[in-house]
């Protein structure tokens, strides 16, 4: 049995901050007296770490409120201004690059379509790479202010010193990924697979709000999923976990860009399906988004079967995941997913409910990500804001020490 690392004064006192913290992120404004009730900690520690949270800069005074009897309770909230966060969306035809406030709020966005080079390691390497100086030039912020760089990818993420991507569908075998990146930057990275950095995003701050144990769904041109167990999510010994899309819907069924047969994105990933439109009689364009959302409005009987078809295979789907985890709630996400979702949701949910066991779907709630379609940006901006929450707020753990000279090396 491994030795338990005694805890020092160190560690309390950042295990105190992280409490503070978290409370203030998520539940500000609130006054020193709501901390020490919510918290547990006593008044003495939790107006020591909030002088030390406000001397930092990461938490700022928000008015005040009336007490019974006594002075004005003064109110404490995180300071969004205190640094950014970068999330980079490495999709299925492009890179998103955005930046945010500490609040989450969107300063500055870069579009990056990969085009012909398609997931070609070094292009997507590239794109980040540009997109980093385009979005920080772009909001004018100090390149020094950048708390971290998450990067939201498909596949399987291999943890080690560095961050390895498995991905058959986009023929990513063993990319080491963060090591590309470190060549151009110095700014901290995060890399995690994309449809669990959505379902971070969407616990914390969208549907899976207030809940614990839920599943968040990625439906666009690939499928996957993010189990959240108490509020974290499952990887699984070999951090797969999550990899939904490639669950058997149908033994012997359509082939699989992963090379397996009957995969369930083989049946109601975005790319799959158009491909099955196509082949229908339905235009040849190249634009997925406006495709599918022709195919779901297409009156033809053959668009109306293929609609059919689609809402019956994610309902089951979705009963494979209520009979396997009973979570408190099933979040559909991703574009594909919102655009068939708010066209179809009653029929999915339906079509869950005739798979599903009864008393784990009566105690299940479906519904459509809070988030939008560019969720996974901001899933991918929540990694490094864990790590600063985490680390309750101190920069030595967050933070590259340095802005380094200008141009992409420095960023």
Known sequence: MPERRRRTVRDLRRANRSVLLRRLYFDGPLSRQDLARETGLSPASVSNVVSELIEAGLVVEAGSVESDGGRPRVLLKTAAGYGHLVGVDVGETRVMVELFDLGLTQLAKADLPLGDGGHDERAVVRHILEGLPAVIDGASVDPASIIGVGVGVP?????????????????????????????????????????????????????????????????????????????????????????????????????????????????????????????????????????????????????????????????????DLVNLFSPEKIIIGGWAGLLIGGRMLDRIVAATAAYALRQPFAQTSIELCHLGPEAVAVGAATLPLAHLLDGGGDPAGARWPGGGPRGIMAY
């Open 155 to 319: 596949g399987v993420i291999e943890r080690g010193p560095e961050a390895v991507v498995h991905c058959q569908t986009i023929g990513w075998d063993g990319v080491p990924l963060e090591r590309m990146l470190r060549e151009g930057t110095r700014l901290p990275l995060f890399v995690d697979n994309g449809a669990t950095a959505l379902g971070q995003a969407e616990m914390w701050f969208g549907a899976g709000r207030g809940h614990r144990d839920a599943v968040v769904a990625l439906v666009g041109s690939g499928v996957g999923a993010a189990v959240m167990i108490d509020g974290s999510p499952y990887r699984g010994a070999a951090g797969s976990a999550g990899e939904w899309g490639h669950t058997t819907s149908r033994v012997g069924g359509a082939p699989c860009r992963c090379g397996a047969r009957g995969c369930l994105e083989s049946y109601v990933g975005a790319t799959a399906l158009l491909e099955r439109y196509r082949a229908a009689g339905g235009p040849a364009g190249t634009d997925e988004e406006a495709a599918l959302a022709g195919l779901l409005a297409d009156p033809s009987e053959a668009a109306a079967a293929l609609r059919e078809d689609v809402a019956e295979h994610l309902g089951a789907g979705i009963a």
